[in-house]
């Protein structure tokens, strides 16, 4: 099953949580985007059945191939969580080991575990024996906690000898945050350490960008996440730039008609008015450096109407 999902290097969709939300994730499938992961969900909130933690597991057949990504730090309530997203039917289950945020390493969650190796390796154990390797179970995390402590080598062995079927490996450390640049040197190092697939992932925002770190560092596949926010079809343009060398440019039409596409998948989930408020940061991304993009973003911050939206879109990103 695993070695299906694999057959090409792949082109995944990175979780950004508060960005690639269900309506994000179709768009972005629907331009060529290969593998989609879902933001991180709370194994706490998952065993407890909350339904606000619930909802951001939730899928449609269309996003597949995906997996939901979990987070947490006690390893029963990782394999209960895990067992709990069974018969939503993911095509695999990953689990969180890289988010720096404060408020998920002050539990123990996220990159935290990247201290706490054998923490780590006991949650990998756990979970595989609730999933019986029904689905393939992956782990996504960092170089490291700091400059000092950059374990992604011995981290990555260790999972993938606890059972991990693959791996994604963001190469920063948890201080970084997201500065500075990922050292995709480290993706190079793990690859040929590991035997199961490594997916490279980090500053890759554009077709050339993800043909250059399949290149350079032989990953099984790379992983988009700020460089879809604004430009979905990076998916489908590194895909033909893998086959072809080249890809098709986008046109304002083009844009127009993907920025109109993103509205009608929000609003089969959303309500317009908050459809509307939502696309204004999605706007900043979509026209970022274009010229006359101030004037529009701000006729579009100050509307409150999707019809008026829609209007100062077409006026705005004519031809
Ligand atoms: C706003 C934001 C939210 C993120 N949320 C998640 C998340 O829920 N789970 C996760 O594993 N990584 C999360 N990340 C990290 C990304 O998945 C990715 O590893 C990182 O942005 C580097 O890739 P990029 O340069 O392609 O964006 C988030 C990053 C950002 C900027």
Redesign the pocket.
Known sequence: MINDLFKQPLLFL??????TDQAFRLLCKSMGAEVMVS??VSADGLIRDSAKTVQYAIFTKEEQPFGI?IFGSDPLVMAKAAEFLLPFKPDFIDV?M??PVKKVIKRGAGSALMQDPQLAVSIVTEIQQALSHQIPLSV?FRSGIDNNNLNYLDFGKRMEAAGADFICL?PRTAKQM?SGK?DWSHIKELKAALTIPLIG????SSPEEAKQMLTETNCDGV?????ALGKPWIFRQSRQMLSTNSYDPITKDILLSTILRHIDFALRFKPEHVVVKEMRSQICFYTKGLLGAAELRNRINHTESMDELLSILSLGLKL
């Not at 990175?14 to 960005?19: D, E, F, K």
Request: net charge neutral.
């Open positions: 990175a979780p950004l949580a508060g960005y933001e991180m990504q969180n890289g988010c996504k963001h997201f990922s992932n980090g500053d890759v992983m988009i996440g700020r460089g």
